[in-house]
């Protein structure tokens, strides 16, 4: 069905008319048509060609003549005109909330705006805000759109796209000739979304190597290909660049392309004085080239011990790594246990004793079943008499499974009122509760601080699970005082949860940081709603590499029996 393509381009005819101040009656008719297209259940190519489009209220004959000129040509004349008569990329602008086609035109006409990176400059140099009915709130409000838009179209959450680009990498060091291959950038730095992907391998035939890389099944599109890299479209949508090196290079070209860019701009400042020039094929003693087939060689030739990649933000960690004081990062293979499962007793879709034979087969030694508490209606909330016959099946897994072991949990939703969703009596009960937040998103800081607060003062609490509530793309944070938060986990041994799912990762590298100086402890959960999930716990674990936690600052890392202590102390 053509029904969403033709709706675009009366939406945005509609937009182009108002941008150029046309007939505004004419740009609302085809902005409604657009509208009643989406909406239409029917074929809209059949409806035009049984005459039946003109009964359908809102669709004149001007616009009928359009359809038909679209289904059989494939364009709108109409449309190519008004198109050539605004800049390439201009109305890209108008997906960003605050910016209409009127503001964006007084943007055009007074300041010349014609793209992002313009607009964005501009409201950073303020001269948005002396434009005719603008001022400082809506340069604000337009900047922040400009922001979060850039953010959300540009960049993937990396559990999106992890296994595909994993498997991609297989895929890539089975092409003939190629001796390695890795990530770099974004991703081999664990960052919580990624912009496009760089790869790196190495091999001596290179046009051959990226000629059979074009032709992998999960390349879309090739945008360009040369002797020695080349830049594909994957089926994600997402771009990728693939740079093939001799082997000798290949340390040096991995540290290049891994970044981060102010890392390296630090690394060259040292190289430099030195006397060396570093790049991206090797370091140079003037004209003499120092091979560096790994990465090891660049940071020891500049008298460094190798910088863990997670830790390659310049936030000091050359200045660490040059006193060698780095830390020891927690390992990708050091946790013992997920502590935020979900089961059929609420919303997740397999039992309790699936999960615990998947944690077995990763090598745990230990669980945490926490399914959703009474009200939480729409992910079955357990009533406390569920609550209390999972706690009996847990019992008998227990006995059934042993060494391994079963905690009983809970996630308990913080109500409105900041109360708990069970009473102290059922909490204590429980090995490991769980508080969070899934209702009153809009609460202002001072309540929603405080709901959390009291959450944390109840000394069954064990842990607040995603304590900001951000999801990626789709939710920002709550309004929580975050400070607060962490200076009262730190105070109560109350522990907050790096929260591993895909498009949560709310703890991020940035928060985690701070609230291990206020002295908070963590435990990295799944919040797994099926066993496969149990798989992003690697996601949690880059967010803590990038914040610099150590075994010792996450409490999951710890032995059953240190666990089993650890989780009793506030009580
Ligand atoms: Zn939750
Ligand atoms: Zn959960």
């Known amino acids: 069905m053509k029904n969403k393509e033709i709706a675009k381009i009366f939406d945005e005819l509609g937009d ?3 941008f150029l101040g046309e007939n505004p009656f004419r740009a609302r008719a085809y902005k409604r048509a657009s509208q009643i297209i989406y909406g239409l259940p029917e074929d809209i190519e059949k409806l035009y060609s049984s005459g039946k489009l ?4 809102g669709i004149g004959e001007s616009i009928i003549h359009k359809i038909g000129e679209f289904i059989e040509t494939g364009k709108i004349s109409a449309y190519d005109e008004y198109r050539s008569k605004i800049p390439e990329g201009l109305l890209e602008l108008l997906s960003v909330p605050y910016i209409g086609p009127v503001t964006l035109r007084t943007l055009y006409k007074t300041l010349h705006i014609t ?3 313009e607009l964005i400059k501009a409201c950073e140099d303020k001269l948005v805000r002396n434009l005719p009915n603008f001022g400082p709130k809506k340069e604000e409000n337009i900047l922040k759109g400009l922001l979060r838009y850039k953010e959300q179209i540009f960049r993937y959450p990396i559990g ?5 680009i994993i498997k991609l990498i297989e895929d890539i ?6 001796i390695r291959a890795e990530v770099a950038g974004s991703f081999r730095r664990m960052k919580e979304t990624i912009g496009d992907i760089d790869i790196l391998a190495s091999g001596k035939s290179t046009t051959e190597i990226i000629r059979n890389f074009t032709k992998l099944p999960v390349i879309k599109e090739v945008i360009s290909e040369g002797e020695t890299k080349c830049s594909v479209v994957l089926s994600t949508g997402m771009q990728a660049d693939l740079r093939v090196v001799d082997d000798n290079s290949y340390g040096a070209c991995l540290q290049y392309f891994t970044g981060s860019k102010n890392h390296n701009v630090k690394l060259r400042g040292i190289a430099k004085d030195m006397g060396f020039k570093i790049n991206e094929y090797g370091i140079f003693k003037g004209d003499k080239l120092i091979p560096c087939p790994d990465e090891e060689i660049v940071y020891q030739t500049l008298g460094l011990p190798w910088i863990p990649p997670e830790m390659r933000e310049d936030n000091g960690e050359i200045e660490l790594a040059q006193k060698g004081n ?3 990062l927690i390992d990708y293979n050091e946790i013992k246990g997920d502590v935020h499962l979900h089961s059929t007793y609420s919303d997740g879709g397999e039992s309790i004793k699936v999960m615990a034979e998947a944690a077995i087969k990763k090598g745990y ?6 399914d959703h508490s009474q009200s939480l209606k729409i992910a079955k909330g357990l009533e406390i008499e569920r609550l209390l016959k999972q706690m009996e099946e847990i019992d008998k897994l227990n006995r059934e499974l042993f060494p391994f072991k079963i905690f009983k949990g809970s996630e308990v939703d913080i109500k409105h009122d900041g109360t708990l969703d069970y009473p102290d009596e059922v909490l204590k009960q429980l090995d490991f509760v769980i508080a969070s937040i899934h209702s009153g998103f809009k609460d202002d800081e001072k309540k929603m601080t405080k709901r959390i607060l009291n959450a944390i003062e109840n000394k069954y609490v064990t842990m607040i699970a995603h304590p900001t509530g951000r999801i990626l793309n789709a939710r920002e944070p709550y309004n929580v005082n975050i400070i607060e938060v962490f200076k009262m986990a730190a105070k109560t041994n109350t522990f907050l949860e790096i929260n591993a799912y895909f498009d949560r990762l709310d703890l991020n590298d940035v928060n985690i940081r701070i609230a291990k100086e206020y002295g908070v402890k963590f435990c990295i959960g799944t ?3 099926n066993s496969i999930q149990l798989n992003m716990m690697i996601y949690g674990i880059g967010q803590a590499r990038r914040a610099w936690l150590t075994a010792s600052d996450i409490i999951n890392t710890k032995k059953l029996e240190d666990f089993q202590r650890a989780i009793k102390i506030k009580r």
């Open 54 to 57: 003109s009964e359908i209220k």
């Open 115 to 117: 793209n992002f990176d």
């Open 16 to 18: 182009m008319l108002e």
């Open 326 to 328: 780095l830390p020891k």
């Open 365 to 370: 030694e230990y669980i945490v079943i926490t």
């Open 160 to 164: 999106l796209i992890f296994d595909d």
């Open 173 to 178: 060091k089975n092409i003939t000739g190629v």
């Open 527 to 529: 919040d797994s709603h």
